[in-house]
Structures are given as C-alpha cells and as structure tokens.
C-alpha cells in the first residue's frame, strides 16, 4: 500500500510538469513504475492509462483557452494514434529486456532533441505537391507531408510499444518543421497524446498487463494533475522547461539502460 502511495505521488508531480510542457511524460511515467518493481509490459499498459487520464483534462483547459490547432490535431494525432495501436499490440513479441532498452535508445534521442535550438520556419504559401498550408487566425503553417507523415508515423509505433506518449518528438517536429508557435504546439500535442495514448493502451492491454490496483489511482491524480499543468502552461512560457526536460530525459534514458544492463 505505501509503495502504490508512493509511486501515484510521483506521477502526480510529472504530471503537472509534463503537461506544462506538453510532452505527456511516458517516458517518465515507465520508467518511475519499471524502477519501482512494476513488469515492464504492466509499466507499459499503465503509463498509456495515465497519458489518457491527464492528457483529455489538459486538452480540456488548451481548448477552451483555444491554444491548439484542430487540423493538426486530426492529421498528427490520427497517423500516430494508429501506428501506436500497432506497436502496442507487437509490444508483446518483445521481452521486457528489449522493450527497456528501446525506451533507454528513445529517451536518448527525445532528450538531444528537446536540447536542439527551436527556430521557426518560414511562413510563407508553399504551392506544391506534398506540402499542406493552413491558415488559422493570423497563424499560418506549412506542413511537409514528405518528412512530417513517415517521421510521425515512426513516432506512434514506437511510443505506442514502449508506452510513452511521442510528444518529445512531435513538439519539435510541429515548431522546426511546420512553423507552428510554442504554446499551440503544445495544447495540440496534448490533444493527440490523448488519442496516441488510447489506442497504444488498447494494443497494450489486448495482451493483458493491465493493474487497475495500480493504474486507477494514478489516473485520478493524472487528471488533477493535467489540470493543474496545463493551467500553468497558459502562464508560462514553455520554452524555459524545454532544456531542462531534455537533461532530465537523457539522465532517465541512462538509467534505464543501467537498470536493463545489470538486470536489476
């Protein structure tokens, strides 16, 4: 009972801090769980329900406060919401082993990528084929659907095998590559990890490792928690968590890879 306390008031804390940022926190959410004796393929299951529970409140607050974008929203979450159901659903051929040091190797990349400078695209119309313009206010983005489709679809497989949510990508990929600003970029994110999140749990819990003990009450505080976060996002700027994240998730992708390495 005290390690369940435990574990759901370290999710808690996440939460609130992944949401500002608009990355979901899977990743972190693993790893606390898999460091916290849980089965990776439980870890897996559970952190999904978690990434559903605090991702829907904090699209909630993003939406009524009109900070995300609907067509990206359909077009980004929809191609990584399926490829997350496939991942999820082949997590299973894979042992835990395996699927912990995929995180390690994922993390590693999230991590060097949230550290990358973020400099805003042109936004000037692009008339050719495989380019998508939308105009939404006095925003206006530039989607390469050469690099954004495979780059996105690669995303939700993974996120969707190793339970994380792929905000750590698709944050960068919507700012550098499709000119989208910061704070839309995150109330969309948050709105498609939702979605990833779902159909990654699906695939997931198809092949049981769901703990409802366990994943209930982290749920509950995820949902107090994206709230929470995503009310603090509209205040903040969340370029100033960026480069903290990105220690934070390279330092957590080496100790996953300790933990795999000495079989702890």
């Not at 339970?163 to 994110?189: D, E, K």
């Amino acid at each position: 009972m005290g390690e369940i306390v435990l574990i759901v008031g370290i999710i808690f804390i996440l939460t609130i801090v992944m949401i500002m940022s608009g990355r979901g926190g899977g990743n972190f959410y693993v790893i606390a769980l898999v460091l916290s004796g849980v089965a990776m393929h439980t870890a897996s299951t559970t952190s999904q329900f978690i990434l559903i529970a605090s991702a829907l409140s904090g699209a909630l607050v993003f939406g009524k406060a009109k900070t995300m974008s609907w067509p990206l929203v359909f077009f980004f979450g929809g191609l990584n919401s399926l490829l997350a159901f496939i991942g999820g659903f082949e997590a299973h051929l894979f042992s835990g082993s395996a699927l912990k040091i995929v995180l390690a190797i994922v993390l590693a990349i999230a991590g060097i990528i949230m550290l990358l400078p973020e400099k805003q695209t042109s936004k000037s119309t692009v008339n050719r084929f495989g380019f998508w313009n939308i105009t939404e206010g006095e925003n206006h983005y530039v989607i390469n659907l050469w690099i954004a489709t495979p780059l996105t679809m690669a995303t939700g497989f993974f996120a969707g095998m190793v339970g994380i949510s792929g905000g750590s990508f698709l944050i960068p990929l919507m700012v550098v590559g499709s000119g989208v600003p910061m704070r839309t970029a995150v109330g969309t994110a948050t709105a498609m990890l939702a979605a990833t999140a779902f159909t990654g749990f699906l695939g997931n819990a198809l092949h049981g490792g769901f703990d409802p003990a366990l994943a209930i009450p982290c749920g509950v505080v995820a949902i107090v928690g994206g709230l929470i976060g995503s009310k603090l996002a509209l205040k903040t700027k969340p370029n100033y968590l960026k480069s903290l994240s990105g220690i934070i998730t390279i330092i957590a992708a080496v100790i996953m890879m300790v933990n795999t390495l000495t079989g702890k």
